[in-house]
């Protein structure tokens, strides 16, 4: 009984000090829905698309106002003639809280590779840039309104029935949860 007492105790202890290490590391998760819209391209014809785009990221607060992190999403982009290109991005994002609590303005950039795991899924490079403004609804969680510059290529293999790749670019309206 002594023993099992101890142990208790030093779980305890245990789980008090990991908790008091996670709070000083600070991270924080972002998930965002956004429209992807006016779309440019370097095709020929200059196709017109119109796309939606979901992300998921954790953030490590470096200090009270700069985050690195990593995030993974999908981007769907839809051609006038009804082409579907789909996407499954993976990044690396920089952030730029202008206040601690992480409500405001905040500015952040990201860089990365959509991988290609299934037939339906295209690949390439991936990045972009972005201002949101959030509201805190709660003491762990805000809410905010975004737009930024979102840029993907779209590469085809060799055998493909394109012969070549192509660029989309699109401006990126949404909605984001920070949960903190």
Avoid: W
Wanted: charge should be positive.
């Amino acid at each position: 009984m002594k023993i099992t007492i101890q142990i208790v105790f030093i779980s305890a202890i245990c789980l008090l000090s990991l908790t008091a290490q996670s709070q000083q590391r600070r991270l924080i998760n972002y998930t965002e829905v956004s429209a992807l819209i006016h779309s440019s391209t370097s095709l020929a014809d200059n196709s017109k698309f119109s796309g939606f785009r979901t992300r998921t990221g954790i953030t490590k607060l470096l200090d009270e106002h700069v985050g690195i992190g990593f995030a993974l999403g999908t981007d769907n982009y839809r051609k006038a003639n009804g082409a579907n290109y789909n996407t499954l991005p993976i990044t690396l994002n920089a952030s730029y809280y202008l206040n601690p609590d992480l409500s405001g303005l905040k500015a952040d950039i990201y860089g990365g590779y959509a991988v290609k795991l299934f037939n339906n899924m295209n690949k390439g490079l991936t990045a972009g840039a972005g201002l949101s403004y959030s509201f805190s609804v709660n003491k762990g969680l805000n809410l905010g309104l975004q737009t930024g510059y979102n840029y993907q290529k779209i590469d085809f293999p060799a055998n493909f029935m394109l012969d070549n790749s192509f660029d989309l670019g699109s401006i990126r309206l949404g909605i984001g949860l920070t949960f903190k």
